[in-house]
């Protein structure tokens, strides 16, 4: 089954720094790759999301993320963190062959915002 | 507002008893799926509808049921409550639920506390 890990269950860092948000996935088979975020008392809501081509993929807000087949790795980035930046980040996997399983999620990481 | 509307936001019960959630979709969206987000679990998939059918099961408990209706609206139904039922459920939509890439639009949730 597909799993998702993501390093770091809270990062903290000082406004107009870079975020570095981890995520790596098990799979033989790249699957598609989504961040979603989580403002806090809302629901998730799309980032970004890698299917295929182009390895870096941009995404709302400043963000952007790199697929690197190589390290299973699908890290989120954004050169200048904002206030309004703090929430939880998760990754997510969809398998991209065959089974009945949906879009799996990293257990999440919290982002701190400092002045 | 991602177009998707659960019902209550807030739920208090006992254990024992038994609740329902309940989820609009998105207009013109068919697909529904329901999540579980705890604390120590993360965000699980539950089970997946595609306009009134089953279509994908994950880790649902069989005190745990859902339906969607021919309006499209779902429910999930939880029974015999347990403490450990405590969490936030969310519910989602898309246009198909058939792609690997297709993304996914969550409501704000309903929180569920089990005293």
């Known amino acids: 089954a597909q799993s998702v890990t993501q390093l770091g269950s809270h990062v903290s860092v000082s406004e107009g720094a870079l975020v570095l948000l981890r995520c790596n996935y098990s799979s033989s088979v790249p699957p598609y790759l989504f961040w979603y975020v989580q403002y806090p008392n809302q629901g998730l809501q799309l980032l970004l999301k890698?299917?295929?081509?182009?390895?870096l993929v941009k995404g709302i807000n400043g963000f952007e993320a790199e697929f690197k087949k190589s390290e299973t790795s699908f890290h989120l980035t954004k050169p200048s963190a904002h206030m309004s930046d703090a929430a939880e980040y998760f990754c997510?996997?969809?398998?991209?062959?065959?089974?009945?399983?949906?879009?799996?999620f990293g257990k999440g990481t919290k982002l701190t915002v400092n002045p | 507002d991602s177009g998707v509307t659960q019902t209550p936001k807030h739920l208090i019960t006992a254990t024992g008893q038994r609740v329902t959630l309940r989820c609009s979709p998105r207009s013109g969206d068919l697909s529904v799926y329901w999540y579980q987000q705890s604390l120590d679990q993360g965000l699980q998939f539950l089970i997946q509808y595609y306009n009134g059918e089953e279509r994908a099961k994950g880790n649902i408990l069989e005190r745990f049921s859902a339906q969607q209706f021919p309006d499209l609206h779902s429910e999930l139904n939880l029974s015999s409550l347990e403490l450990g039922d405590s969490a936030l459920y969310f519910c989602a939509s898309s246009v198909d639920g058939g792609a690997s890439n297709e993304k996914l639009f969550f409501g704000s949730g309903t929180q569920l506390s089990v005293l």
């Open positions: 997510a996997v969809h398998p991209t062959q065959g089974g009945s399983e949906k879009l799996v």
């Open positions: 890698y299917t295929t081509g182009a390895t």
